[in-house]
């Protein structure tokens, strides 16, 4: 059984009634980034995609949310993407924390489009003697043209990798259900699926499903939940996975 987890961030704060890292009191920061932290060591999933992560700097008060976060939560692997990277101020991106290596890794940011600190990572993870790309991706909030582009992206560097099963967690900005939109493209192209599931974006009211755990046909979901926690804009949803015997 492999268990993961999705979970955008947003930078580590509470989104109310502030929103940036720099302006929290040091100690409100690293009690918040604790408690996602105390979350996903309850839920004790073995790879954690995560998006809106930065490292220390300016725009996060010095604070390392990301080492803060592996450390606590007891993760000894991360890979971060750092999609906007300004030296000494922000380095904002997608990451993974995994109890088991994260082999042949790699990142990228859609710094084509506008919205620049948007991107994916990427990495083989051992499961039942099979290995299985994991990637961690944050498409565009505001424009579907946009996340077409920044899928097809995502897509052509997959294609790069070598052939194995595509597990894609992330928050995609999209609820899905137009055949032509991002989401589709996504799914149809990797042959992906996931069962239905419950809005997780606003967190205080949940309207829209933008977080996503979208898996191959090789495995199959023998759980999925949205967890209740309100410790980002985003809700956390977590799945337990299996592989289908051939």
């Not at 920061?29 to 932290?37: F, I, R, S």
């Not at 750092?82 to 042949?104: F, I, M, N, Q």
């Not at 620049?116 to 499961?127: L, R, S």
């Not at 209740?228 to 809700?235: C, F, G, I, K, M």
């Amino acid at each position: 059984m492999l268990k993961v987890l999705t979970l955008n961030i947003a930078h580590g704060v509470p989104s109310i009634p502030i929103p940036l890292p720099f302006l929290l009191p040091r100690r409100r920061l690293l009690g918040h980034l604790d408690q996602m932290a105390d979350l996903l060591a309850r839920e004790g999933a073995e790879v954690v995609a995560l998006q809106e992560v930065d490292r220390a700097g300016l725009f996060s008060g010095a604070v390392d949310p990301l080492e803060r976060l592996a450390t606590r939560a007891g993760y000894p692997h991360l890979l971060h993407g750092p999609h906007l990277h300004l030296p000494g101020v922000c380095a904002r991106g997608t990451a993974l924390l995994s109890r088991r290596p994260l082999l042949e890794p790699e990142w990228n940011s859609f710094e084509a489009d506008r919205a620049v600190d948007k991107g994916y990572v990427v990495a083989a993870v051992e499961d039942a003697g099979r290995l299985l790309d994991v990637v961690s991706v944050h498409l565009d909030s505001f424009s579907e043209r946009c996340r077409q582009r920044q899928v097809a992206r995502l897509l052509q560097a997959l294609g790069w990798r070598p052939p194995r099963p595509r597990l894609v967690l992330g928050d995609l900005n999209s609820p899905g259900g137009s055949p032509t939109g991002s989401h589709s493209q996504l799914v149809g192209t990797l042959a992906l699926h996931a069962p239905g599931g419950e809005p997780t974006w606003p967190a205080n009211r949940p309207a829209l499903r933008l977080d996503w755990i979208l898996a191959p046909g090789a495995l199959r979901f023998q759980e999925q939940r949205t967890l209740a926690e309100r410790v980002s804009d985003h809700l956390a949803v977590v799945a337990e996975l299996e592989w289908v015997s051939p």
